[in-house]
């Protein structure tokens, strides 16, 4: 079956650091694939998704591009802040059945 | 926009006390969901409905039941709680269940059995 694997964490940075989280898939046919952020106290949100191999999704800074001939879905930032601690997920859509979550991994973002 | 609404957001049960997660969206989205999120272990699917009178079983389903007499609600119930049911539990709801849609979530509902 599909499934999504994340790197694992936690993740802690300086401030104005490079942000990379791996995310690697498995899936039948050609899924969607996204990227959630899950702020503290609060519920997943969607931040960027990509459609088709080669999209690059973005929001609020951080970037994802869909690479096909490596299953992968890397989230990536140029400069963190401390706003940016969060939880995140990678996560799937092989079409007609719910989405597929990765294990999610916890960035903290020091001063 | 309320969204995906859920109540309440914490509670402490006894086990073998039962009680029911509640779940309601405004958006008119046929399909909606219920995730149970346990430390270190991302999200996995509980249930889920394609819409009224509708409902499918997840990954991880057992000791629990649904129900879905509205396109609106989709009540989450916790027959006889065990300590393993502990977890913070999200509802979502998607327009479509196609490969474009993302989902909307809850902000989620933090239960502990003891």
């Known amino acids: 079956g599909d499934s999504v694997t994340q790197m694992e964490g936690p993740v802690t940075l300086s401030e104005e650091a490079f942000l990379t989280i791996n995310c690697t898939y498995t899936?039948?046919?050609?899924?969607?694939l996204f990227w959630y952020v899950q702020y503290p106290g609060e519920g997943l949100q969607l931040l960027l998704k990509a459609t088709k191999a080669d999209d690059k999704g973005s929001n609020k800074g951080f970037e994802a591009t869909y690479r096909k001939e490596t299953t992968s879905f890397h989230l990536e930032k140029g400069s963190v802040q401390v706003s940016d601690s969060a939880v995140y997920f990678c996560?799937?859509?092989?079409?007609?059945?719910?989405?597929?979550f990765g294990k999610g991994t916890r960035l903290s973002v020091i001063a | 926009n309320a969204g995906v609404t859920q109540t309440p957001k914490f509670r402490i049960l006894k086990i073998g006390q039962s009680m029911t997660l509640q779940c309601a969206q405004d958006?008119?989205?046929?399909?909606m969901y219920w995730y149970r999120q346990d430390p270190g272990m991302g999200l996995k699917l509980i249930y889920y409905?394609?819409?009224?009178?509708?409902?499918d079983k997840g990954e991880v389903p057992n000791g629990y039941n649904v129900s879905r007499s509205t396109t609106e609600d989709f009540p989450l119930r916790l027959e006889l709680a065990a300590p393993s049911q502990t977890s913070v539990y999200f509802c979502?709801?998607?327009?479509?269940?196609?490969?474009?849609?993302?989902?909307?979530f809850g902000q989620g509902t933090r239960l502990t059995v003891v």
């Open positions: 996560a799937l859509n092989s079409g007609n059945t719910p989405l597929v």
């Open positions: 979502a709801s998607s327009y479509s269940i196609d490969r474009l849609t993302e989902a909307f």
């Open positions: 958006m008119n989205h046929n399909y």
């Open positions: 899936a039948t046919g050609y899924p969607s």
């Open positions: 409905s394609v819409g009224a009178g509708i409902t």
